[in-house]
């Protein structure tokens, strides 16, 4: 059978603590050269939903040989780039499907048999794997000391990375701050019960930051959310997104980065005549790609072959912008083992996705 | 609805007419950097399955703008390569799934919603995009006056190769070469009643080569199947695998050669210490694809902006070898609007596949 679960059903099945403990097994194994990663690959072409709107359709698989799984996640998605009040665009996704629904998907597959094991939508997932490559890093580049934690964005990803942070080092109090004051309220509320961590909304990025030990930057700002000059010395600094990092990052001030995954990789795939933001977004990635080339992978931190921090005083940076394949099937093998021993998710015959002509 | 097709529903929904209308405009969308391909990319890794095996993760995808579908295609295979009784490596995929089944699959997506709008096994629909491909370039490359064919290779892919090849030349004789006798004779029998052209089972290649103006290899064998001595003046050669092509093609003798796609975008992605023949054959393929970038893509031809034959004496060549997602895009989308016409297919509610989380 092949399970069909929800991302409620998701979220039920998995905890950060076995996210992380997965990961890091997992995150050895690739270092080590037994498992395996195609980067996200991208394609871009109009759309007949808005003018203004682009279609992508987005792809990345893994496989994570000690578990016997394969995965691919795709994405299939209405885009558009609007401004905001103060004329920084953002990237807002179009829940164009029936329903003001949103299309990604998780398909996990055994490498012993082949057969599809799971079909599962990665709004949960993708959020857990980020969480966890942010609490794994953590672990491995900030002081071991490290008690308070500035987050700055409160949307989806900001919980994953708060329950990640609190399973690696004692938390005891989180500022948090999104530009949106009744978002940030509501956020440190929500937290504060759902982890029993002190968090309070920072009225300002600046004021999150301050005296914070570990600085989290998860929004999808095209603009940077905290300035060089905010870093005191000792903090552990990581982002989710390439342009949201802290501006001290991009001037190489920091001991001990790491990149979760080198973007040499990356394979992107756009109309030669797309008009609009693609070639341009293109280029800045790849000049991006790189620079960061030179940087270690959080795999090295984990295999000991890459030296995080030596000195209480430096600051140290995990940049964890680039989603791996490899990090849904780690991850959704452990959704799929606690699925099916508990008898959960709805079952579709496998002879639905399989087939007797061989190719 | 999300419809769900079988191969059966595939195959009677489809005719290879309307696929090569389909692709001639495809292309030309491709050729003018409207439509967008991204070429296969594989993860091979060790299987509990057997020693000897090997696992694959293959997936390709594309968009076809102007029917405003994406597709992805994928296959989770179980490979290995056995030698026949000569010695020679085959590549031959395993059947590991429940009830001895294999696992390729096409999504394909709305770009306008991002919807998946249907979901079916590839073995059907493979064989008509590649068949169409050898139909679409023999119409721009074979002399208009072809009409006796040599197929080597009396496989599944044949089968589509000669409704093709009989779509774009008044084919009047097929002399068919399998190895295997009796595999020959039974291909020539059915697709004799089904095609009504006389089609004769050859004892050799080279006699079923002798006289042919068009010479289609469609195997898996790893070796040449046609040498270059063997071509007479103005025959056209097409290939859908890179070793089993003729010899000649190999050494360049050949006037107006035409790619389908060139293989520079192919992305392969290997683990590092694969035990086995992963690693040679990639080097192999790079190599190839090095030289390959000198010839013109199909699409090309497709444009004019390529000249195929000039003078009917000369040899021409198609290297059909390359899959690329775009074309099952292209197909597909013609399978899901007559699905969709005649209300074929298992309807399966769009919400499964969808989600209220915006990742």
């Not at 990663?37 to 709107?53: K, L, M």
């Not at 942010?134 to 308070?148: H, N």
């Not at 440190?188 to 300002?204: L, N, Q, V, Y």
Request: proline share 4%.
């Amino acid at each position: 059978m092949t399970l069909l679960l929800t991302n409620d059903e998701v979220e039920r099945l998995v905890t950060m603590r076995e996210c992380l403990d997965v990961m890091e097994r997992a995150y050895a194994e690739l270092g080590q050269g037994v498992g395996v990663s195609r980067t996200v690959s991208q394609i871009f072409s109009p759309t007949a939903h808005a003018q203004d709107a682009v279609y992508a359709l987005k792809s990345m698989d893994g496989v994570v040989p000690f578990l016997g799984v394969a995965a691919i996640r795709l994405t299939s998605e209405i885009l558009t780039w609007p401004k905001d009040a103060s004329g920084r665009a953002k990237k807002v996704r179009i829940g164009a499907a029936a329903n003001g629904r949103f299309i990604g998907l998780v398909m996990l597959f055994s490498t012993t048999t082949g057969e599809p094991l799971a079909i599962f939508p990665d709004g949960i997932v993708q959020r857990l794997r980020v969480g966890a490559t942010t609490g794994l890093a953590a672990k491995y580049l900030a002081r071991a000391d490290a008690t308070e934690v500035a987050m700055l964005g409160c949307g989806h990803q900001a919980h994953a990375q708060i329950l990640a942070i609190a399973e690696v080092r004692k938390v005891r109090r989180v500022r948090c701050y999104s530009p949106n004051a009744e978002k940030r309220v509501a956020f440190a509320w929500d937290m504060a019960e759902r982890t029993g961590i002190a968090i309070e909304a920072s009225p300002s990025p600046q004021q999150a930051v301050r005296g914070a030990d570990m600085v989290l930057c998860a929004t999808n700002s095209f603009s940077p959310v905290c300035l060089a000059d905010w870093i005191e010395p000792g903090v552990h600094v990581s982002s989710i997104a390439r342009r949201a990092r802290a501006e001290n990052v991009r001037q190489g001030r920091c001991a001990g980065r790491a990149l979760h995954r080198r973007t040499a990789g990356h394979d992107r795939c756009e109309p030669r005549r797309h008009p609009g933001r693609g070639n341009r977004a293109m280029r800045r990635a790849v000049r991006a790609a790189l620079a960061e080339r030179q940087l270690p992978n959080l795999y090295d931190l984990v295999l000991g072959r890459a030296q995080g921090r030596t000195a209480p005083q430096q600051v140290s940076c995990f940049l964890n912008y680039v989603g791996l394949g490899y990090q849904f099937a780690a991850v959704g093998a452990i959704v799929h083992r606690n699925a099916h021993a508990q008898g959960i998710g709805r079952e579709l015959p496998t002879d639905w996705f399989t087939e007797d002509v061989n190719p």
